[in-house]
């Protein structure tokens, strides 16, 4: 995967977690945790709750 196809998968992960998050109605719990980690043969993206 080249760079230009992780930023657009990257995007496209926020863009959606933002909109989920529009959805909750209590301000304080509009919270979006990313987590990215890179092993020798990994590269691992994850949203936390």
Do not use: H
């Not at 109605?25 to 980690?37: A, C, M, N, Q, Y």
């Amino acid at each position: 995967m080249d760079d230009y196809d992780l930023v657009v998968v990257l995007g496209n992960i926020l863009d959606n977690a933002v909109e989920a998050v529009e959805s909750v109605t209590e301000p304080g719990k509009r919270i979006v945790g990313l987590s990215i980690t890179m092993t020798d043969t990994d590269f691992l993206i994850g949203l936390k709750p």
